[in-house]
């Protein structure tokens, strides 16, 4: 009975089975269809070249049109530097400044062999104790007179030529320094010399007995008339050794000079306040000298085309109601602005402001009965400006401002001095002057003065602004005499002025070759071919003595330089690094290129593996 259930069960489980069979391959082949249905067709040739041609007129206009565009409009323009030249310039080598310094000697009671004995001695004499191979003194005879025709040298004759029986051809393009006129005198023992204040004449008055015979070996007028020049001289010396010490210039001298320099002869240092001055072929200078040097680096002003001066009359009280100033400038002080034009340009305006009291840091003047005068604290000096209340603006005008003050105290406190110093007049560094115009004891015992100021009583003050604006100038301290302090100024600026043009052009081409990026102008090119070409001016007018033409190029120079390294459009390019470029461009090139190049990458893919699966 179990035998026939379970063969029962089989029987109707048969049937069953053969059903799914029959289904399965209906299954299958409804997939296969749907499978077929899903895929696309395949590509026609046209379609799969029309896509080709998209992609590749896309990266056509990127590269044949878009990349020169922006290579057009974003690419620097960098104008032809002579970098090697301007370097050359910046480290000395292409110039070695020299000071010739001609000095005319001349000598109306003396035969022409005996004044040209004269010179040659005093030649050796300076060049024996000259240690500065730069700055040198030349020494030339000039038109010579007769002893019988000399009181006749400034009489003209007929044809209005100046009477002169003989002369030596000198070289009149050179400038002359100074001019040496020796005079004997037969009431003197000993020699001496006196420097006229308003020009560049030396009299040398000496004894008989100091022109010995020529078969004597001593020559005395020869060793006074040395020393004299030495000592006039001495201060520029030093400045212009002062100047250049510092430079590339100074270090190839002292390289030259050192080859041929004994060796007692090498690099002194001296200290000059917290710098180190080498000077190479120079002696150390003497403590007196050095604390002038050290006082006009500090006082004077940099050099600038055009100087703005502003003269203030400032008056505790009601008075003066009035100052004959426009008189007193013309007469006293227009003859320096003039002699000085040549070195720079001078503007001046003037102002007076009533009831101006003193700062408020300032101590009230204090009266000295043993002296019977009033006196300020010199540790009040610095303050003595009330810049509160005192219409003094720093800069006005193109140029660099100098101020100088005219101060009328009252009538009860005078007259007013400077503590210890009783000085009524001192210097504010690279600022300007203060002059205190005490009122005459007549005009301060009325009770209700009325005072107009003169010229005559504004001139001491003018005259004490004269000289402290030589000292903003620059100019050397000595020797007294003014057109030789003009002179050394001359020099001085030509020297610093052509060492600053050299160093800008250093400057300028280091900036040209670290930042390789930065646009350089035609108008640099310009500013940096005038500038050399002034340089060399400026070079060769120095050695050949003409200090008024190396001043001019050296300005030229410097002003052309100046407006190169400050060109606009460079400066802007400095402070635009390459990591503000990528800030730029990546918002722009990212939505743009991604496209492109993966298209790009997929029809590259496609071609490969169509030429593959050819294969």
Partial sequence: MTESLSAGALSADEPSQMEDNQQEPATIANEAAAVSRSQLPPESKDSIRVRQLV?????????????????????????????????????????????????????????????????????????????????????????????????????PSEDGSRIAEQFEDVEETKEKALTIRLLPQTSLTAARAELQAHSTLLHIMYPLNY????????????????????????????????????????????????????????????????????????RALAPKLAARLANRTTRALKYAPTYHITISLFSLNAWPSSWDIESAIEEYLAPLLNSASGISNFTIDTQTQLYASLSPSVQQPQHNAGQGVWTLREEDLSGFINAAEWPLSPSMGAGPTLNFVIYVPDPSSTPLVVENSQATSWLIPQWGGVVILNPSSSVASRATPVLSLSKEDIQPALTVFSHQLLSFLGAPQSPPSIPLQLQTLTRVR???????????????????????????PETVSTAVDITLEHLEKTCAALKDGKFDLALDNAKTAEMAAERGFFEKSMVGQVYFPDEHKVAVYLPLLGPVGVPLIMSGLKELRRLWMTRHSGN
Avoid at 97 to 108: D, N, R, Y
Wanted: proline share 6%; net charge neutral.
């Fill in 55 to 155: 992609i590749l007129s896309f990266w056509a206009i990127v590269v044949f049109l878009g990349l020169p565009i922006w290579w057009w409009t974003t690419s620097i323009h960098r104008a032809r530097l002579p970098l090697q030249e301007m370097m050359d310039w910046a480290k000395g080598k292409a110039c070695r400044p020299t000071f010739p310094l001609q000095i005319v000697v001349e000598a109306p009671s003396l035969q022409q062999h005996e004044v040209l004995r004269i010179i040659r001695a005093t030649q050796h004499a300076l060049d024996d104790h000259n240690d500065f191979s730069l700055h040198h003194l030349r020494l030339r005879l000039g038109i010579y007179y007769s002893p019988a025709n000399f009181s006749q040298q400034r009489r």
């Fill in 211 to 282: 022109v010995p015979p020529a078969s004597s070996t001593s020559f005395p007028l020869a060793t006074f008339v040395a020393a004299q020049l030495q000592d006039i001289f001495a201060e520029e010396q030093a400045i212009i050794a002062y100047t250049l010490s510092a430079s590339p210039m100074s270090a190839n001298a002292q390289q030259s000079s050192a080859s041929s320099a004994p060796s007692s002869l090498t690099s002194t240092t001296t200290a000059v306040g917290s710098q180190d001055y080498r000077y190479g072929t120079v």
């Fill in 494 to 520: 030509a020297a610093s002025l052509l060492l600053s043009a050299s160093s800008t052009m250093g400057s300028l081409a280091n900036l040209t070759v670290a930042l390789p990026s930065i646009a350089i």
